[in-house]
Nanobody
Framework: VQLQACGGGLVQAGESTRLSCAAS????????MGWFRQAPGKEREFVAA???????WYADSVGGRVTIFRDNSKNTVYLYIYNLKPEDTAAYYC?????????????????WGQGTKVTVSS
């Protein structure tokens, strides 16, 4: 599975953005999909995930400001981030996995996209 993330860029605080992650292959619907982010000098952290059965998971740190959605007909998972804050500035990575570790854990995922940057200006 190859993952291509896009979206984000430079946005103003308080605005919203949509990140997309397109997957190659015919088995996209079988994978749990996750979004993680990594700010400069910080460790990668979980943001949101959606299971193959379409159940969403969200990190407490984003406080209900994100929505994850998958479109299996397009092999794409989306992450909407609302009311952006400067602390949301990070590289955002999508990931796909079939393991049993739990969707909030990086080790659950076998495949990672290249990351797309979101920079929030105040």
């Amino acid at each position: 599975v190859q993952l291509q993330a896009c979206g984000g860029g430079l946005v103003q605080a308080g605005e919203s953005t949509r990140l997309s992650c397109a997957a190659s292959g015919r088995t996209f619907s079988r994978y749990d999909m996750g979004w993680f982010r990594q700010a400069p000098g910080k460790e990668r952290e979980f943001v949101a995930a959606i299971s193959a059965s379409d159940s969403p998971w969200y990190a407490d740190s984003v406080g209900g400001r994100v929505t994850i959605f998958r479109d299996n007909s397009k092999n794409t998972v989306y992450l909407y981030i609302y009311n952006l804050k400067p602390e949301d500035t990070a590289a955002y990575y999508c990931a796909a996995g079939l393991n049993e570790w739990g969707l909030t854990l990086p080790r659950h995922y076998d495949y990672w996209g290249q990351g797309t940057k979101v920079t929030v200006s105040s």
